[in-house]
């Protein structure tokens, strides 16, 4: 992913954490794929997105070679800069939407507001409850580790 398409993308973004930034910018911290995603995603949802997690700050390690969690550079946690919790809903479906979201979870008040979202069933796509704190998981990719799903 070139260098523009990086900058682009995080002009489209909100932090929370004074790493994420730096993190999208480096491509040996985030793969390619989730840089696509984010774009598309960002493109898609009519709210602004606010990076709640992303490599650097993300609390635990998930997953070993081969995976594709925030250690890996694949994934994100996030949430709606504005809108409030209901503004989550926009999130979901952009992300619902988007060809390059392989794996999404729902946590905390995010499940409350899944009513009205269809996700893929075309068995490329993974969606899961994910723990009770506010948040949206997404990861890139897809069951084989590349591009769309």
């Not at 992913?1 to 909100?14: G, I, K």
């Not at 994420?20 to 493109?43: C, G, R, W």
């Not at 609390?59 to 925030?70: A, I, K, N, V």
């Not at 729902?106 to 009513?115: D, H, I, P, V, Y």
């Amino acid at each position: 992913m070139s260098v523009q398409a990086r900058n682009e993308l995080v002009s489209l973004l909100q932090f929370s954490d004074a790493t994420q930034k730096p993190d999208i910018l480096d491509p040996s911290k985030t793969n390619t794929l989730l840089i696509q995603m984010l774009l598309d995603v960002a493109h898609r949802c009519p709210r602004p997105i606010l990076i709640t997690a992303l490599r650097t700050d993300h609390p635990t390690f998930d997953g070993g070679p081969g995976t594709h969690g925030h250690t890996q550079g694949f994934a994100f946690d996030g949430w709606t800069a504005t809108g409030g919790d209901p503004g989550v809903a926009d999130l979901l479906r952009a992300l619902a939407a988007s060809p390059y979201v392989w794996t999404v979870g729902a946590g905390g008040a995010a499940k409350n507001f899944l009513s009205g979202i269809t996700f893929p069933n075309d068995g490329n796509f993974i969606f899961f409850m994910d723990n009770n704190q506010d948040h949206v998981h997404a990861q890139a990719g897809n069951l084989n580790g590349q591009g769309l799903r």
